[in-house]
């Protein structure tokens, strides 16, 4: 079965960071890129990059440059998404999704697996 | 302020047809695919279209993608009471070099 699982629930002071973690199974992890969305509560969604877990690549939305971190551990089949120097306004469900087509990125491709979400809290 | 722009809400009765708009420009839905998805309360969204028309396996053909232009729409027919959800759509902007959303439509079933 495919799927992403993401980490736990999160309460972080403002100003501190958080790393959310991705584990997924089911398809091989490094022949799809992965992305990172967020949702404020009662808002709607918000990019904020991807990663390539095949090379360690990424691509971050100009708002989150320098303020964000994609990695992944290729032995745990395992994206991470740090969001640092926290503010109430980060408070918002963090999603990772994969791209849908295989060994090959387009940039306007849809997103066809997300993990559950992970509820942050500053 | 969403790059695509969506009506707030929209609703019909069971079995009837819904359809949701997105509006973009030239530099988004006008030169890129689109794709649709739909989140259940208290859920993570769920891919329905892609390529401004495909469905995945799993989704039934109750649902349907169009593109014209600068907007899209997702149609569904025969709605059911299970379809009452926020819907949006997506697409990449090249100008902005980011993937960009709608700010979602609530649909409900009257």
């Known amino acids: 079965q495919v799927q992403m699982v993401q980490s736990g629930a999160e309460v972080k002071k403002p100003g501190a960071s958080v790393k959310v973690s991705c584990k997924a199974s089911?398809?091989?992890?490094?022949?799809?890129?992965v992305h990172w969305v967020r949702q404020a509560p009662g808002q709607g969604l918000e990019w904020m990059g991807w990663?390539?877990?095949?090379?360690?690549?990424?691509n971050y939305a100009q708002k989150f440059q320098g303020w964000v971190t994609m990695t992944r551990d290729t032995s745990i089949s395992t994206v991470y998404m740090e969001l640092s120097r926290l503010r109430s306004d980060d408070t918002a469900v963090y999603y990772c999704?994969?791209?849908?087509?295989?060994?090959?990125?387009?940039?306007?491709?849809?997103?066809?697996?997300w993990g559950q979400g992970t509820m942050v809290t500053v | 302020q969403s790059v695509l722009t969506q009506p707030p809400s929209v609703s019909a009765a069971p079995g009837q047809k819904v359809t949701i708009s997105c509006s973009g420009s030239?530099?988004?839905?006008?030169?890129?695919?689109v794709s649709w998805y739909q989140q259940l309360p208290g859920t993570a969204p769920k891919l329905l279209i892609y390529?401004?028309?495909k469905r995945p396996s799993r989704i039934p053909d109750r649902f349907s993608g169009s593109k014209s232009g600068t907007s899209a729409t997702l149609g569904i027919t025969g709605l059911q009471t299970g379809d009452e959800a926020d819907y949006y759509c997506?697409?990449?902007?090249?100008?902005?070099?980011?993937?960009?959303f709608g700010g979602g439509t609530k649909l409900t079933a009257l």
């Open positions: 999704a994969r791209e849908r087509s295989r060994n090959y990125h387009d940039s306007s491709d849809a997103f066809d697996i």
């Open positions: 030239s530099s988004n839905i006008g030169i890129n695919y």
């Open positions: 990663i390539n877990p095949n090379s360690g690549g990424t």
């Open positions: 390529e401004n028309n």
């Open positions: 089911g398809y091989t992890f490094t022949d799809y890129y």
């Open positions: 997506g697409t990449w902007d090249s100008s902005l070099s980011a993937v960009v």
